[in-house]
């Protein structure tokens, strides 16, 4: 059982940033590759970013390369997402996931189906 809570979302201009933070339970947090994915109204849930296990290998979406940075801090067992130069397309529930197959995959999965456990999700809106 993994329990992750997501928090930092809100409502920003376009341009500016803002960092969203996932709390995961448990003591294996460093075995799994974490994930963000976003949501918005009327669209599939999407990959945002992914992290292995060790933080050493990251991968992106294309829409957010250079904008976002996934990090993450085992010894907290939390996961982060810096997002910069936000758009207003980056408007979307964000939530993060849990690969907990023990795989230790590298690169990081990038498939919802490769995710086990996922959180509630937190708002983010961007304004123009």
């Known amino acids: 059982q993994v329990q992750l809570v997501e928090s930092g979302g809100g409502l920003v201009q376009a341009g500016g940033s803002l960092r969203l933070s996932c709390a995961a339970s448990?003591?294996?947090?460093?075995?799994?590759?974490m994930g963000w994915f976003r949501q918005a109204p009327g669209k599939e849930r999407e990959f945002v970013a992914g992290?292995?296990?060790?933080?050493?290998?990251?991968s992106y979406a294309d829409s957010v390369k250079g904008r976002f940075t996934i990090s993450r801090d085992n010894a907290k067992n939390t996961l982060y997402l810096q997002m910069n130069s936000l758009k207003v397309e980056d408007t979307a529930v964000y939530i993060c996931a849990a690969d907990t197959s023990m795989m230790r995959r590298n690169p990081p999965p990038k498939m919802r189906y490769e995710y086990g456990y996922w959180g509630q999700g937190t708002q983010v809106t961007v304004s123009s």
């Open positions: 448990g003591r294996t947090f460093s075995n799994y590759a």
């Open positions: 992290i292995i296990w060790s933080g050493d290998s990251t």
